[in-house]
C-alpha cells in the first residue's frame, strides 16, 4: 500500500524513528492495487492532529494525587496508554505499623509499577493480589532490623504468588480444560508483567526496592548550592542485556547456546525476570491436544529452543536504602516507557525545574550516582532533541515528566503528534507510560 495526499498546498511532515508521519490539513487518499492493476481509490484519514486542549485533556485524564501525613507527604501519578487497553497497572496502599515501638502515625507505605505486556491480565492480578500477599509474609517481621530476613521473605512472597499464578493456573486447566476455568484461573499465567515495588517504613526510614524485570526507581536529592541535585538509582534494569543476569542464566542452562541470545530470553522475551510468562517456565506441549479449540487459541506457541524451563523467575532483585529526610526529597518510580524516552539525568533535571519553577537545562548542576546500567541508546536518538527549556504547566509532576518525555526537548508540536497517535498503533511509536513520584517530607 502507499498513501498519496491530494489537493495538499503545504505538507508538514516529521520524521520519527526513521518512519514517517505526515502532518496534513487537507484530505489524504489510500490507494490500494488489486489483482487486475487497476487502482481503487478510498477516502481516509490519514493523521489528525488534536487541538491542544483535547492534547492537555489526554495527558490529564489518568493523573491522581494523594496526600498523606507522613514521612511521605504526596504521590503524584499518571498514566498514558499506547496499547488499548493500557497494560500497565501501579500500586499505592498505605497500612498502619502496628509493630512494637511504634507510634500512631507510623505507616509502612507501598508503591509500585506493574508493566504488563502481551495483554494486561497479570499486571491487574498483581494489583489485586500482590500487596496482600507481600503483606500477610511480612507483616510477623516488620520490624524486624535483619534485613536479610526480611528480604528473603520478601522473594519468597513474589515467588509464591509467581507460582500460584502459573503452577496453580495451569494445573486448574489441565484438569477442568474449559474456557470458563482459562478466564479465572490461567489468563495471569498466559500474559506477563514486571513488577517493581517499593516499601517504606516510616519508623526507619528504611525503603526497600523488590525489582522484577525493568521497570526503574530512581532517587532525587538536593544537594548544598541553590541548583545542585543528585540522581541515584535504586534498581538494575533486569534484562537480557544485563550481563549479571545473562551469566546467572547460562549458569543454569550451561549447556543451552541459546538461553539467552541477542538481549533477550530464549531470543524473544527481553525481561530476564517477569510474573505470569508461562512459556518460559513451563513445558505444556503434551497437554496441550487436551485442550478445546476455544481454549488453545489463546495459547501461544512454545519457544523454540525450550529444553529445561524455568528460564524466566519472578524473584526479585532487592535492595534498601535509609533515606535522608534532610536532602532525599523525590523518588520516581516508572515502566520502561518512560525510560525509553529520558535517561536518569533527563529526570532529575526534569524534577529540578518543576521543583523550581526554572524552565532553562543550564541553570541546574545534576550529580548522576552509581547509575548501575547507563542506557546510551533511546527510542528517539539525539537528533529529535532540541533541549529547549522544559514546558512547564502541570501542577501534577508525573503528568509533566510525561509531557516533557513526548516533547523531545521542550517542542510542544511533539507533544502534540505523540498524543495524537491512536492506540494502539501508537504502540510502534511509545509504550505505555505508567510514573509515579513521591514526595519525601522534610525533616
Known amino acids: 500500500m502507499f498513501v498519496r495526499a491530494v489537493g495538499q498546498k503545504k505538507l508538514k511532515t516529521l520524521f520519527i524513528a526513521g518512519g514517517a508521519v505526515g502532518v496534513i490539513g487537507s484530505t489524504a487518499y489510500s490507494f490500494k492495487v488489486r489483482n487486475d492493476n487497476s487502482i481503487k481509490q478510498q477516502?481516509?484519514?490519514?493523521?489528525?492532529?488534536?487541538?491542544?486542549?483535547?492534547?492537555?485533556?489526554k495527558l490529564t485524564k489518568l493523573q491522581q494525587t494523594y496526600k498523606f501525613n507522613s514521612k511521605i507527604k504526596r504521590i503524584d501519578v499518571n498514566q498514558l496508554p499506547s496499547n488499548n487497553p493500557i497494560e500497565d497497572c501501579h500500586i499505592e496502599s498505605v497500612l498502619n505499623n502496628d509493630s512494637n515501638n511504634s507510634e500512631?502515625?507510623?505507616?509502612?507505605?507501598?508503591?509500585?509499577?506493574?508493566?504488563?505486556?502481551?495483554?494486561g491480565h497479570t499486571s491487574n492480578y498483581l494489583q489485586k493480589n500482590?500487596?496482600?500477599?507481600?503483606?500477610?509474609k511480612l507483616y510477623p517481621i516488620i520490624a524486624d532490623e535483619n534485613l536479610e530476613v526480611f528480604n528473603n521473605t520478601l522473594k519468597e512472597a513474589f515467588i509464591e504468588l509467581d507460582n500460584h499464578i502459573v503452577i496453580d493456573g495451569f494445573k486448574q486447566l489441565i484438569k477442568s480444560p474449559n474456557r470458563d476455568t482459562l478466564f479465572k484461573m490461567t489468563m495471569p499465567a498466559i500474559s506477563g508483567s514486571c513488577c517493581l515495588l517499593t516499601i517504606f517504613n516510616t519508623q526507619s526510614e528504611i525503603l526497600t526496592v523488590a525489582q522484577t524485570g525493568d521497570s526503574r526507581a530512581i532517587l532525587i536529592s538536593k544537594e548544598p548550592?541553590?541548583?545542585?541535585?543528585?540522581?541515584?538509582?535504586?534498581?538494575?534494569?533486569?534484562?537480557?542485556?544485563?550481563?549479571?543476569?545473562?551469566?546467572?542464566?547460562?549458569?543454569?542452562?550451561?549447556?543451552?547456546e541459546y538461553a539467552i541470545f541477542r538481549g533477550r530470553v530464549l531470543g524473544s522475551l527481553q525481561p530476564s525476570r517477569a510474573f505470569g510468562d508461562y512459556r518460559y517456565k513451563l513445558d505444556i506441549s503434551k497437554h496441550v491436544n487436551s485442550f478445546p479449540p476455544d481454549v488453545k487459541m489463546f495459547l501461544k506457541r512454545q519457544p523454540k529452543h525450550l529444553l529445561t524451563p524455568p528460564y524466566v523467575?519472578?524473584?526479585?532483585?532487592?535492595?534498601?536504602?535509609?533515606?535522608?529526610?534532610?536532602?532525599?526529597?523525590?523518588?520516581?518510580?516508572?515502566?520502561?516507557?518512560?525510560?525509553?524516552?529520558?535517561?536518569n539525568d533527563d529526570i532529575a533535571r526534569l524534577v529540578a525545574q518543576w521543583d523550581t519553577q526554572k524552565t532553562q537545562r543550564n541553570l541546574?548542576?545534576?550529580?548522576?550516582?552509581?547509575?548501575?546500567?547507563?542506557?546510551d541508546t533511546f527510542k528517539y536518538d539525539s537528533r529529535y532533541k532540541n533541549d529547549l527549556p522544559c514546558i512547564l504547566k502541570d501542577e501534577n509532576i508525573a503528568t509533566h515528566?510525561?509531557?516533557?518525555?513526548?516533547?523531545?526537548?521542550?517542542?510542544?508540536?511533539?507533544?502534540?503528534?505523540?498524543?495524537?497517535?491512536?492506540e494502539p498503533g501508537s504502540r510502534k511509536y511509545r509504550d505505555d507510560l505508567t510514573v509515579q513520584v513521591i514526595f519525601f517530607e522534610e525533616s
Open 43 to 57: 477516502n481516509t484519514e490519514l493523521l489528525s492532529i488534536l487541538p491542544r486542549n483535547e492534547v492537555d485533556s
Open 104 to 119: 500512631s502515625n507510623d505507616k509502612i507505605m507501598l508503591f509500585g509499577v506493574l508493566d504488563g505486556h502481551s495483554g
Open 130 to 136: 500482590l500487596v496482600s500477599k507481600v503483606i500477610s
Open 225 to 256: 548550592g541553590e541548583n545542585n541535585y543528585s540522581v541515584k538509582q535504586l534498581s538494575r534494569d533486569l534484562t537480557g542485556d544485563n550481563v549479571d543476569e545473562i551469566e546467572r542464566i547460562k549458569n543454569l542452562h550451561p549447556e543451552e
Open 313 to 343: 523467575t519472578a524473584e526479585p532483585d532487592v535492595m534498601n536504602y535509609k533515606i535522608d529526610l534532610k536532602k532525599d526529597k523525590y523518588l520516581v518510580i516508572a515502566s520502561d516507557g518512560l525510560f525509553e524516552l529520558l535517561n
Open 364 to 375: 541546574f548542576n545534576i550529580d548522576v550516582i552509581e547509575e548501575p546500567i547507563k542506557q
Open 401 to 422: 515528566l510525561i509531557r516533557n518525555a513526548l516533547s523531545f526537548g521542550g517542542q510542544e508540536e511533539f507533544v502534540d503528534l505523540m498524543c495524537s497517535l491512536k
